[in-house]
């Protein structure tokens, strides 16, 4: 026995997977596939006797169900104990706007329409694809809406204009807007334009200027800071790097921000911090590659794909505090790794790959990674200043 609530439940999981469409077919008529039935399962004679109070209530609430325009068929049934009974046995939609009305989204509908019909006043044959917006035809408020619809209007006529956000020429759009929309202005986008994935890089999938990537750097011997004034921590562009007048004997490069902030001053040597996997911008500094390098990051398998992404620029890289000895001293500070890193780290070491495999497979358990703020910092700076000294 279906119940009420059950049947609008079905008829909401009908609209999450058909409603774009629904969306394409005229109104009032309502296209191919309506009216839609949804049967009510109703009990045979011997559930009946076994929950009688349970079968009334349920034939009871569908006597109540009250709808202008869908149809409870019912069936007259004669049994041998209870006797003759009315009892449902479906329901009939007839069109989306019906469903959208048992289902609590007549206004949502009717805003989607609207919403839908300009998108292809502006795009014209862009419907089809316009239709399964359902964060931008559905939910967005309309304030944001004209604005989106704006935004996507101007890109289609200026589509490489190299400007900021900031200096778009559309009211009510700055970048601070745009970062905040960023999803619904990359899915209309792609809409749009056909591509799959916009937000890989939006600011190119929409001709825009990005904003710099800024490079967090501390020089660590004191006549580095000397060449530059003083300055010893600082975060630039890598266009502003390149230039830079230095030249360090050894460079670490580590992820976790207060490990980087913990170094203290160490003979010819500069820090790079928190990069992440944007470690492939190192390879464009002059400095940095005639340097040694040397990695740290978390022993888990995105560390090392990380890592093999840091050798692929700056080749002579060598890893520290990466290997099977550190990880397992440190058993009692494993964390585990949401989701491990799908694919294969070219550039690793023999030793590197191995323990990245091992990770991979759960030698040791499921998913286990040991952050780099996790080591020992007793055990770490010894080894760094080792290095540094032995580069100097």
């Keep these: 026995m279906r119940t009420v609530t059950e049947v609008r439940r079905e008829l909401q999981s009908r609209f999450d997977r058909h409603y774009h469409e629904w969306l394409l077919n005229p109104e009032p008529a309502p296209g191919p596939g309506w009216p839609q039935t949804v049967r009510l399962n109703p009990p045979n004679e011997k559930e009946a006797m076994g929950s009688i109070d349970a079968v009334s209530n349920w034939i009871g609430s569908w006597q109540n169900f009250e709808s202008d325009e869908c149809q409870v068929a019912w069936k007259e049934t004669r049994w041998p104990n209870l006797g003759r009974q009315e009892i449902p046995v479906s329901l009939s939609i007839p069109d989306p706007v019906a469903l959208c009305r048992l289902i609590g989204k007549s206004r949502d509908w009717a805003q989607a329409r609207l919403r839908l019909a300009s998108l292809d006043a502006a795009f014209p044959g862009q419907a089809g694809s316009f239709s399964k917006l359902r964060n931008e035809l559905f939910l967005m408020g309309e304030a944001d809406f004209i604005r989106l619809r704006g935004v996507i209007a101007w890109l289609a006529d200026h589509p490489r204009s190299g400007l900021y956000p900031r200096e778009l020429p559309i009211s009510g759009v700055d970048s601070k807007w745009l970062e905040s929309n960023k999803g619904s202005v990359g899915a209309l986008l792609c809409a749009l334009t056909g591509e799959k994935q916009p937000l890989s890089g939006l600011y190119d999938t929409l001709g825009l200027k990005s904003p710099p990537d800024l490079i967090r750097v501390r020089l660590l011997d004191p006549s580095l800071r000397a060449a530059l ?158 290095e540094a000294e032995a580069l100097a």
């Excluded at 992440?276 to 398998?301: F, Q, R, S």
């Excluded at 799908?342 to 323990?355: M, N, S």
């Design 229 to 386: 004034g003083g300055l010893g921590d600082f975060a630039a562009p890598i266009g502003d790097l390149t230039g830079l007048r230095i030249r360090p004997k050894a460079a670490f490069i580590v992820e976790n921000l207060q490990t980087g902030l913990s170094f203290r001053d160490l003979p010819g040597s500069v820090l790079v911090m928190g990069l992440g996997y944007k470690v492939g911008l190192l390879g464009g500094i002059p400095w940095l590659k005639a340097a040694t390098c040397l990695y740290w990051g978390d022993i888990d398998t995105h560390g090392f794909s990380i890592l093999s992404r840091a050798r692929g620029q700056l080749p002579g890289l060598r890893s520290i505090l990466m290997d099977e000895g550190t990880f397992l001293s440190h058993r009692e500070l494993w964390v585990t790794e949401g989701r491990q890193f799908a694919g294969d780290p070219k550039c690793l070491a023999p030793e590197e790959r191995e323990l990245f495999l091992s990770l991979k497979n759960g030698r040791w358990g499921g998913k286990l990674r040991l952050e780099q703020e996790r080591v020992s910092w007793s055990m770490a700076w010894p080894l760094i200043r080792e």
